[in-house]
């Protein structure tokens, strides 16, 4: 009897020892990732193709059985462009999968080719290719206004730069010459920056000669004229003055002299007047007195002492 109680005990002792020691080195079964499928999508066709952008929308038909972490374009002017090239996420993106990418920056003149791409948890998953040309790109267009002033030689202008285009501008001025289409290699007026409008001024030129002006821009794809405009400078002045000082002092002498300096250069190069003028400094009149016949009577006045009384 008292061996059936050994024998169980020892019996019991070796169960409890297995059970108290396997108990931690029960491994925990990981369920499987379910990384599903690559998705499925569509690319439309390109629209709203200009020079240097377009718009693509694609189409996300099935996610795979899993969530999509990104979605867009990828573009190149080679067939087949992938993930690794160049590629633009989606700036829209709808509830029924459509999604928006506006691709800016692009050449004019251009075959691109294009394919939508969705990636999950999977990887990346291309739509069907498309291709589409850019639009030629836009020259600015420069035009003269209204503004058309001749000397005898001098010549202003209004410039008017109507359409900026797709280029960028890097010069934009007047170019002139004796010649029909003058070009940068005659005679250039460059502006010191791009301006929409502006008004030039051309100096310097011979008296009663025809000119051809023309505005002008440079751009990287070369050098763009406006319309070409003929204008002739007239017939030089010839405008001289003597001055009877009559005893007036330095200040008023210098005064009455510089007024009349500055008329004769506008009469001579803005005029084609011929006149001779007698100025007569006239302490008794009030303001001036003049006459046709080729004199004028400058008082004391020193504000009346000034080229537009002359």
């Known amino acids: 009897m008292k061996k059936s109680i050994d024998l169980f005990l020892m019996l019991l002792f070796v169960i409890c020892s297995c059970s108290s020691g396997s ?3 029960v491994a925990e079964v990981e369920e499987p990732d379910n990384v599903g499928e690559l998705a499925t999508l569509k690319t439309n066709e390109a629209e709203e193709i200009a020079a240097k952008q377009a718009v693509i929308w694609g189409m996300l038909e099935d996610n795979g059985g899993s969530s999509v972490f990104e979605r867009g374009v990828c573009y190149g002017t080679t067939a087949n462009p992938n993930y690794e090239g160049t590629k633009k996420i989606a700036s829209v993106t709808k509830g029924s999968g459509e999604f928006k990418v506006d691709l800016t920056n692009l050449e004019g003149s251009t075959v691109y080719y294009a394919r939508a791409y969705v990636v999950n948890k999977k ?13 030629d790109l836009a020259s600015p267009l420069l035009v003269l206004g209204t503004i058309k002033v001749a000397g005898a030689q001098d010549l202003f202008l209004d410039v008017i730069l109507k359409e900026h285009g797709d280029l960028a501008i890097q010069e934009i001025g007047l170019v002139y010459n004796t010649a029909t289409k003058p070009t940068i290699a005659d005679n250039k007026i460059a502006r010191s920056k791009v301006e929409d409008k ?3 001024r051309i100096r310097n030129l011979t008296p009663e000669t025809l000119y051809y002006v023309r505005p002008y821009a440079v751009t990287p794809g070369g050098v763009l004229y406006g319309e070409e405009f003929v204008i002739s400078t007239i017939k030089k002045g010839n405008f ?3 001055f ?3 005893g007036a002092d330095a200040a008023t ?5 510089a007024a009349f300096d500055l008329a004769t250069t506008y009469y001579n190069n803005f005029t084609s007047i011929v006149k ?8 008794g009149t009030p303001t001036a007195d003049a006459n046709f016949s080729g004199w004028i009577n400058m008082g004391a006045n020193a504000s009346y002492q000034k080229a537009g009384t002359a």
């Open 198 to 200: 502006f008004k030039e």
């Open 23 to 25: 108990s931690s080195e």
């Open 123 to 135: 990887g990346v998953a291309y739509g069907n290719q498309v291709s589409f040309k850019t639009a």
């Open 253 to 257: 002498v210098t005064r009455i002299k």
């Open 240 to 242: 001289t003055y003597s």
């Open 276 to 283: 001779h003028v007698t100025v007569n400094y006239s302490p």
């Open 244 to 246: 009877n000082q009559n």
